[in-house]
């Protein structure tokens, strides 16, 4: 969703932050990132909105720090959203050609027009009409049809969905700082266009993305998009896990996962320790780092198990040539990729980017970036089929352009410095 100034601006809204970048195509064809922010997530449970009001907090800041790198204001902001609901449904539509039997622009806009336009189950509303293929006389199939001969031709697409009350929240929220909502991208769809590369799309290839409130996946073979799915389950609630195990505090639970949890019990040969330190008077409390294990492994077993049914649904689980590519947060966990491949029969491996902007290339590298660099991809890119069909916000804003933080924020990026924390290893 460029502007006049060739600015476009992505925000990934995850459970536990919100990940914003800003960049440009230069006239070399390049990607340039002109701004990376970040900062914690308020209002978000489980990749959807519950509060209206701390999720403008945090776009408001995250907005803040981005609009403080920039030369031009910001007008429009493309979202990667992960909420529960999403999903993706298969659609075909047909029609015949004209007299001179040749397939022209005016069929497909035909075809995507009553695709775009089908009555879905109610409270869902469509994002993105996505082709998947052509075929024409019931035998050929193409993917640029138009000029080709023939006498009935057949489309087929995904539709990517979410409920519609989840966009008019986002609607809302971006209406009341003054900015307007561009595309909202899948999240797994954007992640994908990061971490996979064509030839794995062909060959077939799940990208999983394990975060803090879901865990996104979608399912890719012969370069098609097959399925998508949102697990409402990931690192938190291994945290309220090891909260209710451990009978300690959920920051402290927290830190447990991150500086002392596996993914795999049996991986643990030795009987260490770590210790809680005591608070208002309480004994302090020792728990062993295998039994920390066997508490994260027994939720990632049935995250997987979700994970798996998934994939079956996708309709080319036996097809898929590659495996599986995690990223997200709760994948940093030692082991995992041995969880995942026991669990799913497939191989798998951690995700890295196939996108290298011309500057910039180490802030985008982590997998934290993942997801908002697929999406800046997905908003700069230029695509000949017609994808947008989110419907614009009701109603006008007199509010001015956002631009209340000019230079507020500068040097402010860093906003996850870890204070001492109170658990000590033995």
Known sequence: MASKTNLSVVIDIGTSKMVALAGKITDEGKMEILGIAKTPSKGIKRGRIFNLADVSESLTEVLGLLDAQLENDIEVVDVAYAGKHMRTFDYRAERFTGEGGVISNLDIDELYNEAKNV??????????????????????????????????????????????????????????????????HHASLAI????????????????????????????????ILCHTAVVPFAGEVITNDLKSGCATFLEKAELLKVKYGQALGDQIKTEDRVTIAKNNGWEPKAISIRSLAYIIQARLEEIVECVNTEIEKSGVADKLGTGIVLSGGTSNLPHIITLIKYHTGMDARMANSIIHPINRKDEVKTPEMFTALGALKLALSNSDVPVRVIPEPTGTSNKPIWNPFKGAFQGALSLFDEGEDDLEFK
């Open 119 to 184: 009555k879905l189950p109610e409270g869902l509303i469509a994002i993105k009409v996505i082709p998947t293929s052509f075929i024409i006389d019931d035998e050929v199939e193409e993917l640029k049809p138009v000029g080709v001969t023939g006498k009935k031709i057949e489309a087929r697409y995904k539709l990517v969905v979410m409920p519609e009350n989840d966009l008019q929240n986002l609607q809302r929220v971006f209406e009341g700082l003054g900015v307007r909502l561009g595309e909202v």
């Open 192 to 223: 994908a266009e990061t971490v996979l590369p064509k030839h794995e799309k062909e060959m077939g290839t799940v990208v999983l993305d394990m975060g803090a409130g879901t865990s996104n996946l979608a399912v890719y073979f012969n370069n």
